[in-house]
């Protein structure tokens, strides 16, 4: 089945320091991935969709020159947290969908994420 | 999107069947009702999804009612690592649509022994 890794799975940083995320999709070529963020207790929330080759559209209230998404191969999505925070601490999750030649309603693939702890 | 109402938790007892519901009332003709869980600090995996046809994989079987406002997702016999959080999300799905999930708050399933 399709596989979507994500690394680190966990991260410790200082605050004011840089943290970059990698998503990837292991068997499949994925035009668009997306970016979500999980806060304790609560549901997923998009942030961001990275499209292969272009600039990445940002939800409202995301700040895209904080949260920096690079989408350079069919394969690969990063998600840099710039000056991170103690509130940027979440568990960020990235997904995968098959490019166009694929089935319209295939599903989403998603990463096991990974747990930000910024101090 | 169309908003779903499931309920915010449920028990079910090891071995027996879990029937998680789902309403999606506003639901229109071109979105699919898919289904993801999501166990504790780990990505969301994908289960199962329909558009009004009733469907069966290997994880679990979903029942779509014939107005399409309401879905049950069943897993036959639950196990303790069925524990998870379900969502039920309705998902439009055309030709250049970008195909993101919006979360819910989903149903949490306690599976107990």
């Known amino acids: 089945g399709a596989v979507v890794s994500q690394h680190p799975s966990w991260v410790i940083c200082k605050s004011g320091t840089s943290v970059k995320i990698e998503c990837r999709s292991l068997?499949?070529?994925?035009?668009?991935m997306f970016w979500y963020r999980q806060f304790p207790k609560q549901s997923l929330m998009l942030m961001a969709t990275?499209?292969?080759?272009?600039?990445?559209?940002?939800e409202q209230g995301v700040e895209k020159d904080k949260f920096l998404i690079n989408h350079a191969s069919l394969t690969l999505s990063t998600l840099t947290v710039t000056s991170a925070h103690p509130e940027d601490s979440s568990f960020y999750i990235c997904s995968a969908r098959p490019t166009r030649h694929s089935s319209y309603n295939s599903p989403l693939h998603f990463g096991n994420g990974t747990r930000l702890t910024v101090t | 999107d169309a908003k779903t109402t499931q309920p915010t938790s449920m028990d079910c007892a090891e071995g027996r069947a879990a029937n998680l519901p789902c309403n999606h009332s506003?639901?229109?003709?071109?979105?699919?009702v898919y289904w993801y869980r999501q166990i504790h600090s780990q990505g969301p995996q994908y289960i199962i999804h329909?558009?009004?046809n009733n469907e069966t994989n290997e994880m679990a079987s979903l029942i779509i009612t014939e107005d399409r406002k309401s879905s049950t997702l069943i897993l036959p016999h639950a196990t303790l690592r069925d524990t998870a959080v379900y969502y039920c999300i309705v998902r439009v799905v055309y030709q250049g649509s970008q195909g993101n999930l919006i979360f819910g708050k989903g149903t949490k399933l306690s599976v107990k022994p």
């Open positions: 329909g558009l009004k």
């Open positions: 506003t639901i229109s003709g071109n979105e699919y």
């Open positions: 068997d499949f070529q994925a035009t668009t």
């Open positions: 990275s499209n292969e080759g272009s600039k990445a559209t940002y």
